[in-house]
């Protein structure tokens, strides 16, 4: 290893808007100004490209996402039986700087866990009423079908595109003593030509790519709140709500994000994730309980017995255009956000193990999205068969955003679980926010000056302009969709930075002095 010590700092004071590396931040700015003017200027013809390049990414080249999805978990799981799993983030006596629960509350609040209150009774419901493998809808088989295709898209895969750049990132930031960018992964490719115009070009892409994601994020977070207030409270729907929630999650993340990593990030997300696990144990003794159990059970064996055939379903003759409007659409998503996500999580992972990293991120956050979606979604698919509300028509009349307090009123307490719902996607949003500002501001910093803690200014900086975004797009209702599509269009050749990555990754460990010596 070549030092023990933490990722330099300059000792030199030099005032916030120097320490940001101009370029980098210039071509982030213009790139998403540009899209963003492009959306409110011409957004009917913003939506059809991108529908266009989304179409043809899925259809004419899914397989390779579906394969790349692929060998990156294998190439995880290498790497946990493998010799360089020992290898420590940090001094090879260093003991993990956060305990497991706040450092795992940290990761899965961080991730995904505002889509998963979106999706969680929403998808199993969707696949009910369009299932996979030409399955008849409504059917039986639909309804065991669903819920195991639900872990699939939320589960091992997704996690594993998030586990290795956590790899990568943890790696040369605290056994090289790299600064926390997305490009210290090409050091060991580029040699003394690291830092080169290529490396500017990685970080600015993926920059631009996941700051697209976090709006669309926080654009459907917010209507999906301002949509449970009118069921749940009574309160109206209207643009006045819809901003006036939209400054209250902005001024939320901003304090959060601008507080640190342990005043403020952590703090958020142990608590989201106790009142995660409150109203996942509160639907599971209230709903029907056993029948969860069952249809979860049953849900993981059969995510087990077809994972393969999952990983690799294309339907070339039948053409359902399940696989490409669904699963290469979700990885074609998570390459966009998996770099943002992995860098947080390498910044908060030093002093475990790269096995215990993995073995964190791609099997314990896979068991926790399981246990979230196997309750709510479980409990829904029970309603649907055996309850009396047929929640599919529901959701294909009033929409994604309605199935889920829809839901909820088939249950007891159901104000009580409405109003805890509402604080979950308020926390979930303000956590996914802040860590993304976070690691935004890291990559977007000179490297002589920055630190895994970029100054507060530019911290605020990120936090001010997603929200003016995200509010722009939410009040003028003009190119949304096109500037969702955005990061999935984009993930592309992101695809070949991943797979670049792994190269880099083994050639890193093969050199590193604890295994060779």
């Known amino acids: 290893m070549e030092t023990k010590n933490a990722v330099p700092t300059s000792k030199e004071i030099v005032p916030w808007y120097k320490e940001v590396d101009g370029v980098i931040a210039g071509v982030c700015a213009g790139a998403f100004a540009a899209f963003l003017i492009w959306s409110q200027v011409a957004g009917d013809s913003m939506g059809e490209i991108m529908s266009s390049a989304l179409a043809f990414l899925t259809q004419k080249v899914g397989a390779i996402y579906l394969i790349t999805a692929f060998v990156i978990i294998a190439f995880c799981l290498y790497l946990v039986f493998s010799k360089y799993g020992s290898i ?4 090879d006596d260093e003991k993990p700087e956060y305990p497991f629960f706040a450092w795992f509350s940290m990761l899965f609040a961080a991730c995904y866990g505002s889509g998963l209150v979106y999706w969680g009774v929403a998808e199993p419901l969707t696949f009910i009423g369009k299932p996979p493998f030409a399955i008849v809808p409504g059917s039986i088989r639909a309804g065991e079908i669903s819920l195991a295709y639900a872990f699939f898209h939320w589960g091992f895969t997704p996690w594993a595109m998030t586990a290795l750049p956590a790899v990568a990132f943890g790696y040369f930031l605290f056994r090289k003593n790299m600064s926390p960018r997305y490009s210290m992964f090409l050091k060991p490719l580029l040699g003394d030509n690291y830092g080169n115009a290529l490396c500017r070009m990685v970080d600015a892409l993926l920059v631009v790519s996941a700051v697209g994601a976090m709006v669309c994020c926080l654009g459907l977070g917010v209507k999906q709140f301002v949509f449970g207030l009118n069921s749940v409270l009574g309160i109206p729907n209207n643009m006045f709500v819809t901003m006036s929630f939209c400054l209250l ?29 409150g109203v996942t144990a509160f639907v599971f003794l209230v709903g029907p309980t056993f029948f969860t159990l069952d249809i979860s059970t049953q849900a993981f064996g059969e995510l087990l017995n077809n994972y393969f055939r999952m990983s690799f379903n294309t339907d070339p003759i039948g053409k359902s255009g399940f696989s490409q409007g669904w699963t290469i659409f979700y990885w074609a998503w998570w390459f966009s956000c998996a770099a943002q996500v992995g860098l947080f999580a390498a910044s908060i992972s030093r002093g475990r193990t790269i096995r215990e990293m993995i073995i964190g991120i791609i099997l314990f956050a896979p068991l926790g999205t399981f246990c979230w979606i196997g309750t709510m979604g479980g409990t829904a698919i029970y309603q649907q068969f055996f309850g009396g509300t047929d929640l599919v028509a529901i959701l294909q009349n009033v929409g994604t955003d309605g199935a889920l307090w829809a839901f909820l009123n088939t249950l007891p307490f159901s104000k009580l679980l409405g109003v805890a719902h509402l604080c979950l996607i308020f926390l979930f949003l303000v956590t996914t926010c802040n860590s993304g500002a976070y690691v935004w501001s890291q990559n977007t910093m000179h490297q002589q000056y920055k630190s895994l803690v970029p100054s507060k200014p530019v911290r605020l900086t990120y936090c001010l302009a997603l929200s003016v975004v995200a509010m722009l797009l939410l009040l003028r209702g003009k190119g949304i969709s096109g500037l969702q599509l955005m990061p999935v269009v984009v993930s592309s050749p992101i695809i070949i930075i991943f797979i670049v990555m792994m190269v880099a990754v083994i050639k890193a460990l093969r050199e590193d002095s604890s295994i060779t010596k």
């Open 88 to 91: 420590r983030l940090g001094a």
């Open 249 to 277: 999650t902005v001024a939320t993340y901003t304090i959060s994000c601008v507080s640190g990593l342990d005043k403020g990030i952590k703090f958020l997300s142990t608590t989201n994730v106790y009142l995660a696990l």
